[in-house]
C-alpha cells in the first residue's frame, strides 16, 4: 500500500512530465492537494513531505482544519483554498479563514468576502469559476458574462483578482479536454487587457491534467491519487 509521500511524489513527476512535453518548467504548475473528507492525520503526512496547499469543499470541515494548523511547526508555509460552492450565509467564514476562493461566480458573494475579510489580514485572493461547458447542472459564470464581473471584483477593496477556475464536463481524450482548458485560457488572456495582474489558472484533476498543463494551467487539483479514495459518510 502506497503512502501519501509516495503519492505526492509521484503526483509530482507528473507534473514535471506534463511541464517538460510542452517547454514548461515544473514550477510553473502548483500542486493543490484537495483533502476535503480527509482526517487531520493525512494532512499532517503531506506536510511533512513538503506539501503546503491545500484545497476545501465544505466550510465547517475546513476551518476546523485551517484551526487545527494555526499552531503547526510549518503554519506559515501553508495555503488554504477554499474550492467548492459558495452559500452567502458561509461567506464571513470563507473570509475570516481562507488564504484563496475558486469559486467565485457571482458579484454578491465577491462584495461579502469584501466586506467580510477581516482588515489584519492580507486581501483574499480570488479565482472566477466559469462554465466552460454550458451545463445546467454546474456552478460558474458563462463566457459572456466573464469580463463585467471581473470588472466589479478588480474594484472590490479587500479582494485580489488572481485568475480563473473550471470544471470542465468529463472528458475521456485528450483533444477534448485541452480544448475546453483551451478556452479558459483564451478567456484570461482577454480579460489581461484589462487585469494584467491575472496570473493563476486552476483547472486540471487527475485524469486530465496533462491537458490542463499544456493548456497553461498554474494549478492543479489532486486529492483521490493523493489521499485514495474519499469517504462521504
Request: net charge negative; aromatic share 6%.
Amino acid at each position: 500500500m502506497s503512502s501519501i509521500k509516495q503519492n505526492i511524489e509521484q503526483v509530482i513527476s507528473q507534473i514535471t512530465s506534463a511541464t517538460e512535453k510542452c517547454g514548461r518548467t515544473a514550477d510553473s504548475v502548483q500542486l493543490l492537494a484537495v483533502s476535503k473528507t480527509k482526517p487531520i492525520a493525512a494532512i499532517d503526512d503531506a506536510i511533512a513531505a513538503g506539501q503546503y496547499a491545500f484545497g476545501e469543499n465544505y466550510v465547517q470541515e475546513g476551518i476546523e482544519k485551517v484551526q487545527h494548523f494555526t499552531t503547526h511547526a510549518q503554519a506559515d508555509k501553508l495555503s488554504w483554498h477554499f474550492i467548492g460552492p459558495i452559500q452567502s450565509n458561509k461567506t464571513r467564514q470563507i473570509a475570516e479563514h481562507f488564504d484563496w476562493v475558486h469559486s467565485v461566480d457571482r458579484a454578491k458573494i465577491a462584495r461579502r468576502l469584501s466586506e467580510q475579510r477581516p482588515a489584519d489580514m492580507p486581501p483574499l485572493n480570488i479565482l472566477l469559476q466559469v462554465n466552460t461547458s454550458g451545463e445546467a447542472s454546474k456552478s460558474g459564470i458563462a463566457f459572456d458574462d466573464l469580463s463585467a464581473l471581473a470588472d466589479e471584483i478588480a474594484a472590490m477593496p479587500n479582494l485580489v483578482l488572481r485568475g480563473l477556475m473550471s470544471i470542465p464536463q468529463k472528458a475521456d481524450d485528450y483533444d477534448n479536454q485541452y480544448a475546453s482548458f483551451s478556452a479558459l485560457a483564451d478567456a484570461q488572456n482577454a480579460l489581461r487587457d484589462k487585469h494584467p495582474q491575472l496570473d493563476t489558472l486552476s483547472m486540471g484533476m487527475s485524469g486530465d491534467m496533462e491537458a490542463a498543463i499544456a493548456a497553461g494551467s498554474t494549478i492543479v487539483r489532486i486529492g483521490t491519487a493523493i489521499f485514495g479514495a474519499r469517504n462521504y459518510k
